[in-house]
């Protein structure tokens, strides 16, 4: 999400995002094993993440000027090419990649750009209502946030809504959903301006447990103040992306100079070859 929001909103936005204290937590909370961490460009404002295999990611960032799409080297980090957000003056936020085509939302454009997915041409574009946060696929429609509570399932070819389900939590709504990842019938979605990471039944919308990433945050704080480069409170997790073949996820926030990729109960590999290959357009 954005950049120079007010403090004190965004703490009390923190805070309507979890569950009540009054109420018990039934909810489980799991906490991620890094298995490995790679270089992260640390001026990236990570607003979209996606692992394209053979040690490619997919990456969108934000920031007026700055926001665009990336292919990138996993282990390096290195941008292997890249494309501005073609609107003038617009703020980039997700992208997704489905049969070789990379859609890549705005925040307040309402545009949606598309991209060959391996060559980052501009392909087209679309126009939808309302903000565009996070985006994912679930291999044969784009499901899309926008801040609110609501993820939207959208027609690939016309970004046409198919449907929509709202996120709740002990049946109270979650909002600032952002970045999202489809992982084996689950979404997942990173809550702006905190450390968890929801994990939602796709049909009903509840969350079925949340990834505690503030560790995670802790550590690339403190590497980036030993940098000289202490993190704001806009630098917060955001971006996942699934490894199939290992079956891991990849995370990292805005302006974090590390990405780590993580193993997570009930997360198992499988074939990229039969699975990955609709999304990722190889």
């Not at 946030?145 to 929509?164: H, M």
């Not at 590390?258 to 357009?281: H, I, Q, S």
């Amino acid at each position: 999400m954005r950049s120079g929001a007010l403090l004190f909103p965004c703490l009390l936005l923190t805070l309507s995002a979890l569950p009540s204290a009054a109420q018990p937590v039934s909810t489980p909370v799991l906490t991620p094993t890094v298995t490995a961490r790679y270089p992260h460009e640390r001026t990236s404002f990570t607003q979209g993440l996606q692992y394209l295999g053979s040690g490619t990611l997919l990456e969108s960032t934000g920031v007026v000027g700055q926001s665009g799409v990336r292919r990138v080297d996993l282990k390096t980090g290195k941008v292997l090419s890249k494309v501005a957000t073609p609107i003038a003056g617009a703020f980039g936020e997700g992208v997704a990649a489905l049969n070789g085509v990379a859609y890549h939302l705005t925040w307040e454009d309402g545009v949606a750009v598309t991209f060959d997915a391996v060559t980052l041409k501009e392909t087209g574009r679309y126009r939808y209502s309302g903000e565009g946060w996070g985006l994912t696929t679930d291999g044969k429609a784009l499901i899309m946030s926008n801040g609110s509570p609501t993820l939207v399932w959208r027609d690939p070819k016309t970004f046409r809504v198919k449907r929509s389900v709202q996120v709740t939590d002990a049946g109270q709504p979650v909002k600032n959903l952002n970045e999202l990842e489809y992982v084996q019938g689950s979404v997942y979605a990173n809550v702006w301006l905190t450390d968890r990471v929801a994990r939602i039944d796709p049909q009903t919308g509840k969350v079925t447990a949340w990834i505690d990433v503030s560790a995670l945050t802790r550590e690339v704080s403190a590497a980036a103040a030993k940098a000289g480069h202490t993190l704001t409170f806009d630098d917060v997790p955001n971006g996942i992306a699934f490894v199939p073949e290992r079956g891991t996820l990849l995370l990292t926030g805005k302006r974090w100079p590390t990405l780590f990729e993580v193993k997570l109960p009930g997360v198992k590999p499988e074939d990229p070859a039969t699975t990955g290959r609709a999304r990722t357009g190889r």
